[in-house]
Antibody
């Protein structure tokens, strides 16, 4: 059974870069059947799609975040990575990684809370 | 890209049915069948309930159903149960390899 686990610092200083890892078990991130998403949810608010990476390596980002976001894949380690630069307090959120297929996020990680504060 | 529009709240009594709407710009909900719905209990990750407008993943009760008409998608929960009380989010393909979520609806049973 596919499982996803996000990890990374829970506290990031303003103007610095947020870096998270999503470790996938029970399946390969290089499968052509899926794509992989990062999604975030500020405390008490709704979901926001951050971006996707496909097995081909192609990436697509939310236009509102595109200038600051990088999503990559480490196939040997079966991990996904998210980097968000120049963070501010508005980037405080629970960050989720998810497996996508036929236009939906089928499987989600448990999420990790990242707080931006000095 | 604009978020999809959902009512902030919905409610129903046990056994009743409730429908949650999700309205999007013409390039989103109205143009594609990539509409999905997610259930989120407090402190938990979202769970996929409906994909491709009206398909249920394995394990999701058939009390949950989805539909779409024009620019509006809907999620109907029939035979409401206490455990259905949660936040529900719709999502749609927004074109240009982008995805967009609705603002969420808090369902009270």
């Amino acid at each position: 059974q596919l499982q996803l686990q996000e990890s990374g610092p829970g506290l990031v200083k303003p103007s610095e870069t947020l870096s998270l890892t999503c470790t996938v078990s029970g399946g390969s991130i290089s499968s052509s059947s899926y794509y992989w998403d990062w999604i975030r949810q500020p405390p008490g608010k709704g979901l926001e799609w951050i971006g996707s990476i496909y097995y081909s390596g192609s990436t697509y980002y939310n236009p509102a975040l595109e200038s600051r976001v990088t999503i990559s894949a480490d196939t040997p380690e079966n991990q996904l990575a998210l980097k968000l630069s120049s963070v501010t307090a508005t980037d405080t959120a629970v960050y989720y990684c998810a497996k996508g297929r036929v236009g939906a996020q089928e499987t989600w990680g448990q999420g990790t809370l990242v707080t931006v504060s000095s | 890209q604009s978020a999809l529009t959902q009512p902030p709240s919905a409610s129903g009594s046990p056994g009743q049915s409730v429908t949650i709407s999700c309205t999007g710009v013409s390039s989103g909900v109205g143009a594609y069948d990539y509409v999905s719905w997610y259930q989120q209990h407090p402190g938990k990750a979202p769970k996929l309930m409906i994909f491709l407008v009206n398909k249920r993943p394995s394990g999701v009760p058939d009390r949950f159903s989805g539909s779409k008409s024009g620019n509006t998608a809907s999620l109907t929960v029939s035979g409401l149960q206490a455990e259905d009380e949660a936040d529900y989010y719709c999502s749609s393909y927004g074109g240009s390899n982008n995805w967009v979520f609705g603002g969420g609806t808090k369902l009270t049973v």
